[in-house]
C-alpha cells in the first residue's frame, strides 16, 4: 500500500466519501488509487473553481466535508476564490495538494511555489505530509480540523514521493471534542438585555439557520421578548418556507441594513458578526450598528449555537409554539419577462424540498419573497462575496442529495466564470436545473459605479460592465457541453421552459433574457 492508498482509505475511514478533482502529474498516484477504493466517488471538474465550489455545496448539504484534489500551487489558485467562500460560509473542506516531491523542490522546477502560503491565507488548517508515515494520521488530521466547530477549509499538501512510496495502512478517525456548554453568565446577560423594554433585534446566522431546530429556537426568543428576528445577508444554509419560522435577511446594500437596524438599543448575535458594509464608501460608515446599539455576542463558535439560543429561550420562559411562514404560490405570471416575473414563475413552480443555490444578483431581487410560502427548501448563497459559486455549489449539491431538486439562479456575468460545471453536471447526470438570468451586463456593478463616487462614466467606463457585443448564447454554451437548454423572452413562455426543465431528471437550462432593473 503506498502512500495515496493510505491517505484515501483513512478519508474513507473517516466519512469523506467525494473527492471532487483536477488532478496533474503529481497526483497521478492518488488518481490511480481510486480505482482500488470504490468507496470514495470521483468526480472530476474541468477547472479548479468548479472543484472548490463543488466541495463546498456538498459540505452545505451534506453536513460533511468532501474532499477535492488540487495540481500545486497554480491548482490552489486557481480553486482559491472558491474556498474563500467557504472559509467565509465555515464550511468543512478537506482541501488535498499535490506538490513536487521533497528532493525535486529543491531544483525549482517551473510549477514550484509557495502552497503553504496561498494555503494558509485562508485561515484555516494546513499541513504537508512529509513522510509515509504519517500521511495517514496527517489525513485523520486534516478530516477533524475541517469538521471542527464551526467549519473550516483544511488543506493537507502531498508531496508526490510520499504518494507514491510505501505506507503503514490508512488510520481511524480522530475523536472530536464535545461542544463547550453555553456561558450561563452570558445567557444571563443577554436575557436580561432583551427584557429591558428597549427595541432589540436578535441576528443569527451559521448553523442557525440550517436547520428547523435553530430557526424555532431563535423565534422562540424573538416571540419571547419582541425583538426582530434577522440572519445575515449571505447565509450558507438557510433553511425556509411553509411551516417554518420566517427569518428577515439583511440587505445587500449598506443603506437597506441601516434603515432595517435605525433605531434598535440591543443586538444579540448568535453565530454570526455585527453587520458591516460589503466595501467602503467614501462619507459613509463601515460600520452598520447604528449608534447607541449595544452589541451583544451570545456565543462563541465551540458552543453549539442551537443549544444556547434554547438556553436563552428557557431563561426567558419563552413558549416552544413559534409563529410560521403561510404557505402560498404565486400564480403564473403572463407578460413580459422581468427579474420580477421570473421570480414569480420561479415561486409557482419551485418543487418541495429543492434545494436553491442563489448567485442571481441583482436579477434575482424578488426571488426571496416570491418562494417563501413554498414547501420547506434550502436556500445556499455567495457567502464570502466571490463570484463564480453558483453553478459548482449547485454541482456538489446535487452530489450531496441526489434525491433532492437543485435550482441554479445563475448571473449571466458571474456565470462565465466557472461555466465548466455544467459539462460536470452532465457527466455525472446531476438533477440541477439552471436558470441562467441574461440582462447582458454586470448589473451590480453599474449599481456600484454610481453609489461609490467615480464620477460621471465616460463611454469607456460603461463598456467594462457591458457584457454583449457579442451577446452570450447560453443555450448554445449549454448544449455544447451536454446540458439541454432553451431559451425565453416573455413570462408565459419561461413559465413553460422552466415546467419543461424541472422535469427533466438530470441537468437543464433555461436562459432567461431579462432587462436590467
Given at each position: 500500500m503506498n502512500g495515496a492508498h493510505a491517505l484515501i482509505r483513512t478519508l474513507v475511514n473517516c466519512g469523506v466519501e467525494v473527492c471532487f478533482t483536477n488532478p496533474g502529474t503529481s497526483e497521478m498516484h492518488f488518481v490511480a488509487a481510486l480505482?482500488?477504493?470504490?468507496e470514495m466517488r470521483g468526480v472530476l471538474g474541468l477547472f479548479e473553481g468548479v472543484v472548490t465550489g463543488a466541495a463546498d455545496g456538498y459540505a452545505r448539504v451534506a453536513g460533511k466535508p468532501a474532499a477535492t484534489l488540487l495540481h500545486l500551487g497554480p491548482g490552489l489558485a486557481n480553486g482559491w476564490a472558491n474556498l474563500h467562500n467557504a472559509r467565509r460560509g465555515h464550511t468543512p473542506v478537506v482541501n488535498i495538494v499535490g506538490d513536487h516531491a521533497l528532493d525535486h523542490k529543491r531544483l525549482d522546477a517551473p510549477l514550484e511555489s509557495d502552497i503553504e502560503g496561498l494555503a494558509r491565507a485562508l485561515e484555516g488548517w494546513v499541513?504537508?505530509?512529509?513522510?509515509?508515515?504519517?500521511?495517514?494520521?496527517?489525513?485523520?488530521?486534516?478530516?477533524?480540523?475541517?469538521?471542527?466547530?464551526p467549519g473550516r477549509v483544511a488543506t493537507l499538501i502531498l508531496p508526490a514521493d510520499v504518494s507514491w512510496s510505501e505506507a503503514r495502512g490508512p488510520a481511524e478517525p480522530m475523536p472530536a471534542a464535545a461542544p463547550a456548554a453555553?456561558?450561563?453568565?452570558?445567557?444571563?446577560?443577554?436575557?436580561e438585555a432583551l427584557r429591558d423594554g428597549q427595541p432589540a433585534a436578535l441576528l443569527v446566522g451559521g448553523r442557525v439557520v440550517g436547520s428547523e431546530a435553530g430557526l424555532v429556537a431563535a423565534a422562540r426568543v424573538a416571540a419571547a421578548t419582541g425583538a426582530r428576528l434577522l440572519c445575515e445577508t449571505f447565509p450558507a444554509r438557510l433553511r425556509r418556507g411553509a411551516g417554518l419560522p420566517k427569518v428577515e435577511r439583511l440587505g445587500y446594500l449598506a443603506e437597506f441594513t441601516q434603515m432595517q437596524l435605525d433605531g434598535l438599543r440591543h443586538l444579540v448575535v448568535v453565530d454570526t458578526k455585527a453587520p458591516v458594509s460589503f466595501f467602503a464608501y467614501p462619507d459613509k460608515p463601515g460600520e452598520l450598528t447604528p449608534d447607541g446599539c449595544q452589541v451583544h455576542e451570545?456565543?462563541?463558535?465551540?458552543?453549539?449555537?442551537?443549544e444556547a439560543l434554547n438556553l436563552l429561550a428557557d431563561h426567558l420562559g419563552a413558549a416552544d409554539e413559534v409563529p410560521v411562514a403561510d404557505a402560498g404560490r404565486?400564480?403564473?405570471?403572463?407578460?413580459?419577462?422581468?427579474?420580477e416575473t421570473m421570480a414569480a414563475a420561479l415561486g409557482h413552480l419551485l418543487p418541495d424540498g429543492a434545494?436553491?443555490?442563489?448567485?442571481?444578483?441583482?436579477a434575482g431581487l424578488f426571488v426571496s419573497g416570491a418562494t417563501e410560502g413554498c414547501a420547506p427548501h434550502d436556500w445556499l448563497t455567495l457567502t464570502g462575496g466571490s463570484i463564480g459559486q453558483g453553478l459548482p455549489l449547485a454541482t456538489g449539491a446535487a452530489v450531496a442529495a441526489p434525491d433532492r431538486k437543485v435550482v441554479c439562479l445563475q448571473a449571466d456575468g458571474s456565470a462565465m466564470y466557472t461555466l465548466q460545471a455544467l459539462w460536470t453536471q452532465a457527466r455525472e447526470g446531476l438533477d440541477v436545473t439552471t436558470i441562467i438570468l441574461n440582462n447582458g451586463s454586470y448589473a451590480i456593478l453599474n449599481m456600484e459605479l454610481a453609489r461609490v463616487g467615480a464620477g460621471e462614466p465616460g463611454p469607456t467606463a460603461l463598456s467594462m460592465l457591458d457584457i454583449g457585443r457579442p451577446d452570450l448564447d447560453f443555450c448554445a454554451l449549454a448544449q455544447g457541453m451536454g446540458v439541454p437548454a432553451e431559451r425565453a423572452t416573455d413570462a408565459e413562455g419561461f413559465t413553460a421552459a422552466l415546467e419543461r426543465a424541472l422535469a427533466i431528471e438530470g441537468p437543464a437550462l433555461v436562459e432567461a433574457i431579462i432587462p436590467p432593473l
Amino acid at each position: 500500500m503506498n502512500g495515496a492508498h493510505a491517505l484515501i482509505r483513512t478519508l474513507v475511514n473517516c466519512g469523506v466519501e467525494v473527492c471532487f478533482t483536477n488532478p496533474g502529474t503529481s497526483e497521478m498516484h492518488f488518481v490511480a488509487a481510486l480505482d482500488d477504493v470504490p468507496e470514495m466517488r470521483g468526480v472530476l471538474g474541468l477547472f479548479e473553481g468548479v472543484v472548490t465550489g463543488a466541495a463546498d455545496g456538498y459540505a452545505r448539504v451534506a453536513g460533511k466535508p468532501a474532499a477535492t484534489l488540487l495540481h500545486l500551487g497554480p491548482g490552489l489558485a486557481n480553486g482559491w476564490a472558491n474556498l474563500h467562500n467557504a472559509r467565509r460560509g465555515h464550511t468543512p473542506v478537506v482541501n488535498i495538494v499535490g506538490d513536487h516531491a521533497l528532493d525535486h523542490k529543491r531544483l525549482d522546477a517551473p510549477l514550484e511555489s509557495d502552497i503553504e502560503g496561498l494555503a494558509r491565507a485562508l485561515e484555516g488548517w494546513v499541513r504537508t505530509s512529509t513522510s509515509t508515515d504519517d500521511v495517514a494520521r496527517d489525513a485523520a488530521d486534516a478530516v477533524l480540523a475541517a469538521s471542527e466547530p464551526p467549519g473550516r477549509v483544511a488543506t493537507l499538501i502531498l508531496p508526490a514521493d510520499v504518494s507514491w512510496s510505501e505506507a503503514r495502512g490508512p488510520a481511524e478517525p480522530m475523536p472530536a471534542a464535545a461542544p463547550a456548554a453555553p456561558y450561563e453568565a452570558r445567557t444571563e446577560s443577554v436575557a436580561e438585555a432583551l427584557r429591558d423594554g428597549q427595541p432589540a433585534a436578535l441576528l443569527v446566522g451559521g448553523r442557525v439557520v440550517g436547520s428547523e431546530a435553530g430557526l424555532v429556537a431563535a423565534a422562540r426568543v424573538a416571540a419571547a421578548t419582541g425583538a426582530r428576528l434577522l440572519c445575515e445577508t449571505f447565509p450558507a444554509r438557510l433553511r425556509r418556507g411553509a411551516g417554518l419560522p420566517k427569518v428577515e435577511r439583511l440587505g445587500y446594500l449598506a443603506e437597506f441594513t441601516q434603515m432595517q437596524l435605525d433605531g434598535l438599543r440591543h443586538l444579540v448575535v448568535v453565530d454570526t458578526k455585527a453587520p458591516v458594509s460589503f466595501f467602503a464608501y467614501p462619507d459613509k460608515p463601515g460600520e452598520l450598528t447604528p449608534d447607541g446599539c449595544q452589541v451583544h455576542e451570545l456565543c462563541d463558535g465551540a458552543v453549539d449555537p442551537i443549544e444556547a439560543l434554547n438556553l436563552l429561550a428557557d431563561h426567558l420562559g419563552a413558549a416552544d409554539e413559534v409563529p410560521v411562514a403561510d404557505a402560498g404560490r404565486p400564480a403564473a405570471p403572463t407578460g413580459p419577462l422581468t427579474a420580477e416575473t421570473m421570480a414569480a414563475a420561479l415561486g409557482h413552480l419551485l418543487p418541495d424540498g429543492a434545494v436553491v443555490s442563489d448567485e442571481g444578483n441583482t436579477a434575482g431581487l424578488f426571488v426571496s419573497g416570491a418562494t417563501e410560502g413554498c414547501a420547506p427548501h434550502d436556500w445556499l448563497t455567495l457567502t464570502g462575496g466571490s463570484i463564480g459559486q453558483g453553478l459548482p455549489l449547485a454541482t456538489g449539491a446535487a452530489v450531496a442529495a441526489p434525491d433532492r431538486k437543485v435550482v441554479c439562479l445563475q448571473a449571466d456575468g458571474s456565470a462565465m466564470y466557472t461555466l465548466q460545471a455544467l459539462w460536470t453536471q452532465a457527466r455525472e447526470g446531476l438533477d440541477v436545473t439552471t436558470i441562467i438570468l441574461n440582462n447582458g451586463s454586470y448589473a451590480i456593478l453599474n449599481m456600484e459605479l454610481a453609489r461609490v463616487g467615480a464620477g460621471e462614466p465616460g463611454p469607456t467606463a460603461l463598456s467594462m460592465l457591458d457584457i454583449g457585443r457579442p451577446d452570450l448564447d447560453f443555450c448554445a454554451l449549454a448544449q455544447g457541453m451536454g446540458v439541454p437548454a432553451e431559451r425565453a423572452t416573455d413570462a408565459e413562455g419561461f413559465t413553460a421552459a422552466l415546467e419543461r426543465a424541472l422535469a427533466i431528471e438530470g441537468p437543464a437550462l433555461v436562459e432567461a433574457i431579462i432587462p436590467p432593473l
